[in-house]
C-alpha cells in the first residue's frame, strides 16, 4: 500500500515545483520589462512609459531647453511698385495758316526741345474760305474756295506730324459765307424764300441738311488726309443771333443737340482714328447752344450728350480764375468731358497749370515768343491766378493770309 502512495505524491511534487518554477520565470520577465519602461515625472513619481517614448521626449525637450532660442528671421522687404509718372501738361499754341507754314523750321526746333507739342491750324475759316485742297461734290468750284499757299500748308503738316507733333486742324463749320454762294442750298432758307441771314448779314449753313453734313465730312476727310491728328470744330452750333422763327429748315429740329450730335457722329466716322473735339465761342454756350433759337422755338436739348460724344471741348478764357470756372460749369452738364481753356494772354497760358492752348492767330510772331520764354523759363508763375486778359473775349475773325 505503502508503495503505491509514495509515486503520486512524487508526481505531484514535481508538478507543483515546475509550476512554481514557470511562476518565478515569469514574474522575473515581468519585473525586467517594467523596469524598462519605468520614468519618473517632476515630483519623482513612477510614470509607466512604454518602450521609453517619453523618457526620449524629455531628453529631447532638455536638449532644446538649453539650445539658444532661434532668432526671427526677418521679413525680406515688400517692394512698393514705382508711381507711374504724371503725364506733362500738353502745351497747344494755335497760330494763322500763314505762319505755321512760313515758322514750319522754328516751330520743329521748339517741338524738338521739349517748349511745344500741338499745333492748331485753321482747315476752315470763319468766313468759308479753305487753307487746304478738299475733295467734295456739294460745292462744283469749290477750288475757288481754297488758298493759294495750300500747297505749303499741307507739306507743313505733313513735316510737322513725322516730328511727332500732334496738328489740331481747326474747322468752322455752319457759319460759312463763301459756300453758300456756290450752292445756295446748303444755307438755311427763309420761309418766303431766299437765303436766311443773320443780324450781321452773314449766311448759315443748315444743319440738318444731309448735303451740308457731306460738305463738312469731306472736309474732314481731306484735313486727316494731309496729316490732321485731331478736328477742332468751331461754330458747331445753330445761329446764334437772328429770326430763327422766320427760318426754314431742310427737316424742322426736334432739338439742336440731337441734331449737332447726328452730325458729329457723322463727322467722326469721316475722321476715322482722328480725335473730334468742338469748341464753344463762351461760358453761356455750355448752357445755352444758342439762346436765340430757344426764343424762337427750338429747344436746346441735352447738351451734355454732344460734349460726351466730343473727344474735348476748347473754350475761350480771359484768365485762370475763369478758367476755374469753366471746369465747373462743364461738370453741371458732363461729368467726363474734357475740356482744355484757351488763353489769348501768353502770361495766362504760361501760368496756367494743365492742358492749354495759346491763341495766337492775330499774333503768330508774339504767341512763338512765349513758347521760347517758356523753354528758357524766362516767366513768372507766382501769381497764375492774377493774370488777366483785357479782351472782350474770343477772337474768331479770320487772319489767315
Known amino acids: 500500500m505503502n508503495s503505491n502512495h509514495n509515486p503520486n505524491q512524487s508526481r505531484i511534487r514535481r508538478t ?26 517632476e515630483n519623482g513619481a513612477h510614470v509607466i512609459d512604454r518602450y521609453g517614448v517619453l523618457a526620449q521626449e524629455a531628453q529631447q525637450l532638455e536638449g532644446e531647453g538649453n539650445a539658444e532660442p532661434e532668432q526671427p528671421q526677418e521679413e525680406a522687404p515688400v517692394e512698393q511698385p514705382e508711381p507711374e509718372p504724371e503725364e506733362p501738361d500738353s502745351r497747344i499754341v494755335m497760330l494763322a495758316a500763314g505762319a505755321v507754314a512760313e515758322e514750319q523750321d522754328r516751330i520743329l526746333e521748339l517741338a524738338e526741345n521739349g517748349a511745344l507739342d500741338t499745333v492748331v491750324v485753321n482747315i476752315k475759316d470763319g468766313e468759308g474760305n479753305l487753307n487746304i485742297s478738299v475733295d467734295t461734290r456739294e460745292i462744283d468750284e469749290v ?24 496738328v489740331i486742324g481747326r474747322i468752322y463749320c455752319l457759319h460759312d459765307a463763301q459756300a453758300t454762294k456756290y450752292n445756295s442750298d446748303l444755307a ?30 469731306d472736309i474732314a476727310e481731306s484735313a486727316v488726309e494731309v496729316g490732321c491728328d485731331e ?18 429748315f431742310d427737316r424742322y429740329p426736334d432739338d439742336q443737340a440731337s441734331v449737332l450730335l447726328d452730325a458729329l457722329e457723322e463727322i467722326q466716322h469721316a475722321a476715322g482714328d482722328a480725335a473730334v473735339s468742338l469748341t464753344a465761342d463762351s461760358l453761356s454756350d455750355l448752357t445755352d447752344l444758342s ?12 447738351a451734355g450728350a454732344l460734349l460726351e460724344a466730343a473727344d474735348r471741348l476748347f473754350v475761350p478764357v480771359n484768365s485762370a480764375d475763369e478758367a476755374e470756372t469753366l471746369l465747373e460749369t462743364v461738370r453741371e452738364l458732363s461729368e467726363t468731358a474734357v475740356v482744355v481753356p484757351v488763353f489769348r494772354s501768353s502770361d495766362a497760358w504760361l501760368a496756367y497749370d494743365g492742358d492749354a492752348v495759346l491763341d495766337g492767330t492775330a499774333d503768330s510772331e508774339g504767341a512763338l515768343a512765349a513758347v521760347e520764354n517758356r523753354l528758357s523759363g524766362s516767366y513768372d508763375n507766382s501769381d497764375k491766378y492774377s493774370q488777366e486778359d483785357d479782351s472782350d473775349g474770343y477772337d474768331d475773325s479770320d487772319e489767315e493770309e
Open 291 to 302: 439762346a436765340n433759337g430757344e426764343e424762337d422755338g427750338i429747344p436746346v436739348g441735352d
Open 143 to 166: 477750288e475757288y474756295l481754297v488758298d493759294s499757299g495750300a500747297d505749303a500748308l499741307e507739306e507743313t503738316i505733313a513735316a510737322l506730324k513725322d516730328a511727332g507733333v500732334h
Open 231 to 248: 478736328l477742332m470744330l468751331a461754330d458747331f452750333t445753330f445761329p446764334p443771333r437772328g429770326h430763327l422763327d422766320r427760318a426754314e
Open 16 to 41: 507543483v515545483a515546475a509550476v512554481l518554477i514557470v511562476a518565478v520565470l515569469v514574474a522575473a520577465v515581468g519585473v525586467f520589462l517594467v523596469a524598462r519602461c519605468l520614468s519618473f515625472d
Open 188 to 217: 438755311i432758307q427763309f420761309e418766303r424764300g431766299g437765303t436766311w441771314l443773320d443780324y450781321d448779314n452773314t449766311r448759315w449753313l443748315d444743319p440738318t441738311n444731309d448735303d451740308t453734313v457731306e460738305y463738312l465730312c
